[in-house]
């Protein structure tokens, strides 16, 4: 009889979840509603997404989590910086075109395409309907935000006219060759080819909208972006201190004690930067337009990748 009571309180358990699920879910789409989505329309997504346990595994593993000696390895490679390279020479125009109107490098621009996707060859295989109800509806501990971008993901298919069942991108719901999350895909994504459409699955596209997303955040044209700097034990401590976001100037920072390997002007915002090698720890500054790449990935380890490897492809094109 015991075993009968604990069967019924675990069927219970789960009908009252589910429950709570469906509540949400009304909830969500009244809320749509409101923001001129039709109910039916939104009813008619997310009658068909479906849960992925997959996905809740694969968040929370993220390739951020390890130390940059290991991190730098998964995307500084010789194929990775060949085929950037080539990237690079079946898109000189648009790269060109992207470099003068947003001010953003076009190796940035080939690196960020090459981090997130390997140019295109690996956009992601889960549905994004599937991704971002999954994990709008069973990963509480980001379910906010997920929400949001599963609002943001409808509200975009119905003004570009994507077909909602059919996209698909990585576990975290990001789409095309730049990996844009649906807010950012509708804030940020621009015409390039000007054929009309916003299609980020599309290489001119996404070459301009990645450097009009670096650009909306801040871009400084014709800044560093990060040097290489000694720092002594006090020096260190500094890190904790000042965050990642640069808001001392380099006069500030040799106040403070810190030496400046070169000479910039005095008014440059700068932060530092650790990063964790195998046997000892390297020290950068980090100025304005490395911030900025952390705005694309929360990451030191992130931008440093992107920033390595688009010297490394820029280093290899042909004169």
């Known amino acids: 009889m015991r075993y009968f009571y604990l069967i019924l309180s675990v069927l219970s358990t789960a009908a009252f979840a589910q429950d709570e699920t469906e509540q949400a879910v009304q909830q969500f789409i009244q809320q749509l509603e409101q923001r001129g989505v039709a109910a039916s329309y939104s009813q008619s997504i997310l009658a068909q997404a479906q849960v992925k346990p997959s ?6 593993r993220p390739s951020e989590a390890k130390p940059w000696h290991e991190y730098r390895k998964i995307f500084l490679t010789d194929q ?9 020479h079946n ?10 109107t947003y001010g953003v490098p076009a190796e940035i621009i080939v690196a960020i395409i090459g981090v997130e996707t390997a140019y295109g060859k690996v956009t992601g295989n889960y549905r994004t309907a599937d991704a971002l109800y999954t994990l709008a509806f069973f990963y509480p501990k980001r379910a906010d935000f997920f929400q949001q971008e599963l609002a943001e993901f409808i509200l975009l298919t119905q003004e570009q006219n994507l077909p909602p069942l059919a996209l698909k991108g990585s576990y975290a719901g990001a789409m095309g060759l730049g990996q844009f999350m649906p807010s950012s895909y509708r804030q940020y994504a621009v015409d390039f080819d000007g054929d009309g459409t916003k299609r980020l699955w599309q290489v001119d596209d996404s070459i301009g909208s990645v450097a009009h997303y670096l650009n909306q955040y801040g871009w400084q044209r014709g800044q560093d972006i990060v040097y290489p700097i000694q720092l002594n034990d006090n020096e260190i401590k500094l890190l904790e201190t ?7 100037t380099l006069a500030e920072l040799t106040a403070m004690g ?3 390997p ?3 002007p005095p008014h ?9 090698q195998a046997d000892h720890n390297e020290y950068y500054l980090g100025f304005d337009n490395f911030y ?27 004169v």
Do not use: C
């Open 55 to 60: 996905i809740l595994r694969a968040i929370n």
């Open 268 to 276: 440059y915002r700068a932060s530092l930067i650790g990063l964790q």
């Open 80 to 88: 990775r910086i060949q085929d950037g390279v080539a990237f690079w």
């Open 91 to 100: 898109h000189p125009t648009s790269l060109a075109k992207a470099e003068q």
């Open 242 to 248: 000042l965050g990642d976001k640069p808001e001392k």
């Open 262 to 264: 070169r000479t910039w």
């Open 258 to 260: 810190i030496a400046i």
């Open 292 to 318: 900025v790449i952390t705005r694309y990935n929360h990451s030191h380890r992130y931008a440093m990748a992107v920033y390595q490897l688009a010297q490394a492809i820029k280093a290899q094109r042909p």
